[in-house]
């Protein structure tokens, strides 16, 4: 149940439709957006009076709310969230945030060198792999703790925060002291435990990345996982899902992007270099994605993409990039955003 207060309640009233909510046995989830104030109850709220509340001065209406998730949701919270990064850009609001960079991070030529390129070109941050989830033990998993020190290089550089992938919980001291943003990859979107672990024990927002075959509401409870164990820095990333058709690596669900954008105030960015797994679809579909709604990128760029360690067929040049970020600019006009 959410209690959305009128725009010129008190806070007396405020108090005592806390209280009133709090009697029934529920927590109080206050969110005070731009124009209102509301209430969320966080617990049975089948207790609580609807009509009583509904008398109450200073509230301007009760609604019950039916989704299972309830801090990801936008009835407890209207107001679009915006996550901050170090260095002054945000992933949410106006302005997009592309976040580019090699899949995974292999030398320090080629972690700076991209850094570099895509700083100049105007990412918002810099991704790279350090740990791979790999579907063959026998690729390449990932530089680990040295791929973080090179991402660490790179950050030194070029004041790019960055966004690097972690894979258990084990990791997540390591993360807090060096990474930017965490990214949960789509195949442990249902890992419950390091989703409770990563709410509990960082404060550094969650890239999470939608899971193969994940329905929108299952991609938001794992948000709500997040959320409900104290960190509500959430970013959430559609990255393809699995379908019957085999042209493209995955199916890029451009509708999820408006779906997610409806039912939370969670920021949504776009990764097309893994929804199509071709390098020639990533402009277009970036593109559409934005003009979709989304609120930034997570695109891969490679210095040499035929000679990737990982994903190359799918990985932009820096040059490719470099004619990208003017188009967005130009597309992102027509949808009231900036890049
Ligand atoms: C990645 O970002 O390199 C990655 C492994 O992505 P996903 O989890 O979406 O497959
Ligand atoms: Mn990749």
């Given at each position: 149940m959410v209690v959305i207060m009128k725009p010129q309640a008190s806070e007396g009233q405020l108090r005592e439709a806390i209280r009133e909510m709090e009697a029934a046995g529920v927590k109080v989830m206050v969110s005070r957006g731009s124009e209102t104030t509301i209430l969320g109850a966080e617990g049975n709220a089948n207790l609580i009076d609807q009509e009583k509340m509904e008398q109450l001065p200073g509230v301007d209406r009760v609604m019950r709310v039916t989704?299972?998730?309830?801090?990801?949701?936008r009835k407890y919270h209207p107001d679009d969230t915006v996550i901050p990064l170090p260095n002054g850009r945000t992933v949410g609001g106006t302005r997009l945030a592309i976040l580019a960079g090699p899949c995974s991070v292999e030398t320090e030529e080629q972690i700076c060198g991209v850094a570099r390129r895509v700083k100049a070109a105007g990412a918002a941050a810099l991704r790279g792999g350090a740990f791979k989830p790999r579907t063959s033990p026998y690729s390449f998993q990932g530089l680990e703790s040295e791929g973080l020190k090179l991402l660490q290089e790179a950050r030194e550089e070029t004041g790019l925060p960055i966004v690097t992938e972690i894979m258990?919980?084990?990791?997540i001291d390591l993360f807090e002291e060096t990474v930017d943003v965490i990214q949960v990859g789509a195949r442990n979107m249902q890992n419950f435990d390091l989703l409770k672990q990563l709410g509990r024990r960082t404060t550094k927002p969650i890239l999470l990345k939608r899971g193969l075959s994940a329905t929108v509401e299952e991609w938001l409870m794992s948000a709500e996982y997040i959320m409900s164990s104290g960190n509500d820095k959430v970013i959430l990333c559609e990255r393809g899902i699995r379908t019957f058709?085999?042209?493209?690596?995955?199916?890029?669900?451009?509708s999820a992007v408006l779906a997610v954008k409806q039912q939370s105030h969670l920021p949504v960015v776009v990764d097309p270099s893994h929804a199509c797994g071709k390098a020639w679809m990533v402009e277009r579909m970036s593109l559409a994605a934005v003009a979709a709604g989304a609120d930034g990128l997570l695109i891969e760029v490679h210095n040499d993409p035929e000679h990737a360690w990982c994903d190359g067929a799918q990985s932009i040049t820096p040059e490719q990039f470099d004619a990208l970020m003017p188009k967005l600019a130009a597309l992102a006009a027509c949808v009231g955003r900036t890049v």
């Open positions: 989704e299972p998730y309830k801090k990801a949701n258990g919980t084990e990791y058709e085999t042209f493209t690596r995955n199916t890029l669900d451009l």
